[in-house]
């Protein structure tokens, strides 16, 4: 069923939101302390893991751990790369897009049939 198929990567897509911004959302605030931004990346973190294992859990009916593995990277670019632009202003150079590609091809290939 084709919402089988779609839930768990529009819940993969909604944690990498939360993951980018735990991960690299306190570049934009290097003034404050580490522990700070400890802190504060692990309670974004915790939204991302509401969202995160459902999302592989239901998806595992569907998708196979590699597929959905393949799945969240090239879904971690797409984010990461608009998340880079938007929020900490660091647009992507073409070598940038060149290595996501390559990202995006070896996704393809777990996708593939044997």
Not at 20 to 25: K, L, S
Not at 80 to 97: D, E, I, M, T, V
């Amino acid at each position: 069923m084709a919402f089988d198929r779609f839930v768990p990567i529009l819940l993969l897509l909604c944690s990498n939101v939360f993951m980018t911004f735990a991960w690299y959302g306190h570049l934009k605030y290097k003034a404050a302390p580490l522990w700070l931004a400890i802190v504060a990346s692990w309670g974004i973190a915790f939204f991302e893991y509401m969202l995160m294992v459902p999302a592989n859990r239901w998806g595992s009916a569907v998708y196979s751990a590699p597929q959905l593995k393949g799945m969240q990277e090239v879904i971690t670019l797409v984010v990461f790369a608009g998340f880079s632009l938007w929020y900490l202003g660091q647009p992507l150079r073409w070598n940038h897009w060149a290595g996501f590609a390559l990202i995006v091809v070896a996704a393809w290939l777990i996708f593939m049939e044997p």
